[in-house]
């Protein structure tokens, strides 16, 4: 199977060959197996594990480059009374180690109840949508697009050693889907080690171990 070695970021190419459509959790990986939407397969295979984004371009062995297109999934879009009160609840959020998506006057997390109803408490209005989830960078991404791992960028900021387990600065993510009962408020957990599949749109990803 021909592999995917490097990645390139929007506006440095053009003419892809396929595409691939994939949430938040599948844009972070370093080997998986994926399936373009017009058929074409072949095996990302990064020396680090990065945090691609939409916009992205693998670039195959022979040269033939294959889109990333950030799937949409269910997030909350958190306002504000004012910039001050905004603030204050990304303070909160990233206090937890939430991912958290910083748009126009507004945020955005994954869906979470108990999230939600700490934002709500905290009196900001949150409105349920389905969008790309883009979150900032830093201590949980690595400090955003720039660092994650194009091919003259070296390893970006957070300890991601595999897919089997990364260390982030200063605390461990078991990247699984977002598990409820496992919020004790005072972080987030989630494992991309899953137990079954994603898949979105029309591509199809799988981990290899």
């Known amino acids: 199977m021909i592999r995917a070695t ?10 892809a060959a396929d595409t691939v459509v994939l949430d938040f959790d599948d844009r972070h990986r370093r080997r998986m197996a994926m399936t373009g939407t017009r058929g074409l397969e072949f095996l990302l ?16 062995e022979d040269g033939r480059l294959v889109e990333v297109v950030a ?55 949150v409105v349920a949508i ?8 830093g201590a949980y991404s690595g400090g955003g697009h720039a660092a994650h791992g194009h091919e003259d960028h070296g390893h970006h900021g957070h300890d991601h050693k595999d897919h089997a387990g990364h260390k982030h600065a200063g605390h461990d993510h078991d990247h699984k889907h ?14 991309h080690d ?11 990803a799988h981990d290899h171990k």
Do not use: C, Y
Not at 6 to 15: A, D, L, M
Not at 45 to 60: N, S, T
Not at 130 to 137: I, S
């Open 45 to 60: 295979d990064l020396k680090e594990a990065v945090a691609l984004r939409g916009g992205d371009a693998l670039v195959l």
């Open 71 to 125: 799937a949409p999934e269910p997030l909350v879009e958190i306002r504000g009374a004012d910039p001050q009160h905004l603030v204050r609840v990304a303070w909160h959020l990233g206090n937890r180690h939430l991912p958290t998506q910083i748009v126009g006057k507004g945020l955005r997390i994954r869906r979470d109840h108990v999230i939600e109803e700490m934002v709500r408490g905290l009196g900001a209005r």
């Open 130 to 137: 389905e969008a790309p989830f883009d979150p900032e960078g």
């Open 6 to 15: 490097q990645v390139r970021p929007p506006g440095s190419w053009s003419g």
């Open 194 to 204: 899953h137990a079954h599949d994603h898949h979105h749109g029309h591509s199809h």
């Open 178 to 191: 977002h598990d409820h009962a496992h919020h004790d408020h005072g972080q987030a957990k989630h494992d």
